[in-house]
């Protein structure tokens, strides 16, 4: 028989689960990538809010209808002229008083077309459904019961690779409308490169991206000193510690499921 | 929004001078930088008048003089030119990386600059993003107006087939003296705009926002 037991109910549980989340912020991520012909560089950052809390024994707690909020930094860059045909203005000729006919001299301005970076912002949620695993251990002096998500959750990130690839499109059609002799070309431009992109390239580039704020994600729902004190001293007493000697977490179904810590301690 | 400055040529300009008189004729290449060193020997390139063959006014020729770097340095080629009295030569610079040159020459029939027009002289610029551009005098003023440069709607065939077709048009502005004809003009993107100087009092043909005026 253990020397502690505590359970906690699926509504204080989510409380728990809450607080431990929010406790421990999300590291921001940056990298870069292919996106279709075009190279992406990025940063993000994100965190997690927690709907609701269902315990399942013997040890999971799956966390349901959480929201993954992300802020992405996208920076596009690609050469114009894999996508833009060449272009030399025309010899333009006019007839000066003074001299007569002259023209400007033939392939005088020839384009070429630059490298443009494209910046683009984008903010919104993601929901999922994921499972954690009770894992209680011991490290560096401190007992531990962290959650560790089990598998990787699916993200619905079409939604929101449409909305990036619209933005995008704006962003390419700023970034193009100071490009000189663009003008004609701008509208083709501005399709070539989001029809290069596409949305199964931005929906792969943004799993990349998101999927790491997930996947592998782990947190501490409970922390607690193996050796603390319980009693402060008082002279002549001294003060009273206890040693906790082994912390088991699990979930057990009653008449309803609950969370159950058990402790073995020495004095 | 591109540029246009008269003083600082680039490879959306083109600078054209008449030369009337016979005789020879030093200039260089330089920068707004060195518009007051006098054009010393070394470094200068040549062009020789002769003596017209009897055209009428207004039917001389055209001689392109191409602007590149060497070694650091603004070239001409040719480096040396034979034309008849009434001829116009044309400097232009193709390369995009050429940046900010300006021509400045001295003869007998005077000095000519291409930022200091004063008599039988051109400027050209293309017009390569929409806009409106006010164009001033920044030596003296005394002159200005505006070109309006129109986007088209590149969805539309036939809005590309006619900008096509207007790339091969020039636009004119006249110059006499404080006269400018026309003093707003409106073209499409991509379109050249020809200012031609026939007499004025050294002027230049620059965008207001780079002449400290309003846009």
Redesign the interface.
């Known amino acids: 028989m253990p020397d502690i037991i505590a359970a906690a109910d699926e509504t204080a549980g989510t409380s728990l689960v809450q607080t431990a989340i929010a406790a421990f912020p999300i590291p921001p991520q940056a990298g870069s990538g292919s996106l279709g012909p075009f190279n992406a560089a990025w940063s993000a950052t994100a965190s997690v809010s927690v709907g609701t809390v269902d315990f399942r024994p013997p040890n999971i707690i799956r966390l349901a209808n959480c929201t993954l909020n992300y802020s992405l930094s996208l920076t596009i860059s690609f050469d114009l002229s894999n996508i833009l045909p060449d272009f030399c203005l025309p010899q333009v000729c006019v007839r000066i008083p003074f001299i007569g006919r002259v023209c400007v001299p033939p392939v005088r301005i020839c384009v070429n077309w630059p490298t443009i970076t494209i910046p683009v912002s984008h903010s919104g949620p993601v929901n999922f459904t994921a499972d954690f695993a009770l894992n209680p251990n011991l490290s560096g002096g401190f007992w531990n019961i962290d959650l560790i998500i089990v598998g990787t959750p699916f993200l619905q990130l079409g939604p929101a690779a449409t909305a990036i690839l619209a933005a995008i499109g704006v962003a390419a059609a700023l970034a193009l409308s100071i490009i000189p002799f663009i003008g004609p070309f701008l509208a083709g431009a501005v399709l070539a490169i989001t029809a290069a992109i596409g949305i199964a390239a931005l929906t792969g580039l943004l799993g990349q991206i998101i999927t790491p704020f997930i996947s592998g994600m782990t947190f501490t729902l409970y922390k607690q000193p193996q050796l603390f004190e319980v009693l402060p001293a008082a002279p002549p007493d001294a003060a009273v510690l206890i040693t906790l000697d082994s912390l088991a977490a699990s979930v057990r179904s009653t008449d309803e499921n609950e969370l159950v810590i058990e402790v073995d301690f020495t004095p | 929004?591109?540029m246009l400055d008269s003083r600082s040529l680039r490879?959306?300009d083109?600078f054209?001078q008449?030369f009337a008189m016979p005789g020879t004729v030093r200039y260089r290449l330089t920068t707004p930088a060195g518009a007051c060193l006098p054009i010393e020997e070394e470094g200068a390139y040549t062009i020789e008048v002769a003596t017209g063959a009897g055209r009428p006014?207004?039917?001389?020729?055209?001689h392109?003089v191409l602007v590149g770097r060497k070694d650091g340095r603004l070239v001409a080629d040719p480096p040396q030119l034979r034309i008849e009295a009434g001829d116009?030569v044309?400097w232009?610079a193709?390369d995009?990386a050429i940046i900010g040159w300006s021509v400045q020459g001295e003869g007998d029939g005077g000095a000519f600059s291409s930022a200091a027009l004063r008599r039988?002289a051109?400027y050209?610029h293309?017009f390569?993003?929409?806009g409106e551009y006010k164009w001033v005098d920044a030596n003296e003023g005394r002159v200005s107006g505006t070109v309006i440069v129109r986007?088209?709607?590149?969805?539309d065939a036939e809005q590309?087939r006619k900008?096509l077709a207007a790339?091969?048009?020039?636009?004119?502005v006249?110059i006499d003296g404080d006269t400018v004809k026309p003093e707003a003009l409106e073209i499409?993107?991509?379109?050249?705009v020809?200012w031609?100087v026939?007499k004025a009092g050294g002027i230049t043909i620059t965008d207001a926002r780079l002449a400290g005026g309003e846009n």
């Open positions: 929004m591109d490879y959306s083109c054209m008449k006014e207004g039917e001389g020729r055209q392109n116009a044309l232009h193709p995009a039988e051109v050209t293309a390569g993003t929409p986007m088209l709607d590149s969805r590309c900008w790339l091969e048009e020039g636009a004119m006249e499409v993107a991509g379109q050249t020809f031609a026939h």
